[in-house]
């Protein structure tokens, strides 16, 4: 039932900055947790940061160089991202959490590409 649409992918050159964008059809209010996750090819997905209510949790690659930020009012989470490096390069991925009884669903957006060139 929740929809999750992301913008702002591209490619930027090594060093650059870049701001991608997620929309929810739901009200932040309503969820557990929302924020980032980002896959390459032939490799894990991995965290890259979330809200989980007020607190923010950041996956260690990207500790210090990303920024993560919302905007209830417009159900929108953003991820800033300075200093990329080609390891960045990545699709990055919108994800929530609600809790329903007892269980947590999970929602993905369709996710955006990442590219940064060397």
């Known amino acids: 039932q929740v929809q999750l649409v992301e913008s702002g992918g591209g490619l930027v050159q090594a060093g650059g900055s870049l701001r991608l964008s997620c929309a929810a059809s739901?009200?932040?209010?309503?969820?557990?947790?929302m924020g980032w996750y980002r896959q390459a090819p032939g490799k894990q997905r991995e965290l890259v940061a979330r809200f989980v209510g007020s607190r923010t949790d950041y996956g260690d690659p990207v500790k210090g160089r990303f920024t993560i930020s919302r905007d209830n009012a417009k159900s929108t989470v953003y991820l800033q991202i300075s200093s990329l490096k080609p390891e960045d390069t990545a699709v990055y991925y919108c994800?929530?959490?609600?809790?329903?009884?007892?269980?947590?669903?999970?929602?993905w957006g369709q996710g955006t590409q990442v590219t940064v060139s060397s």
């Open positions: 994800e929530a959490e609600s809790v329903r009884y007892g269980r947590t669903q999970e929602y």
């Open positions: 739901v009200s932040i209010f309503t969820l557990s947790a």
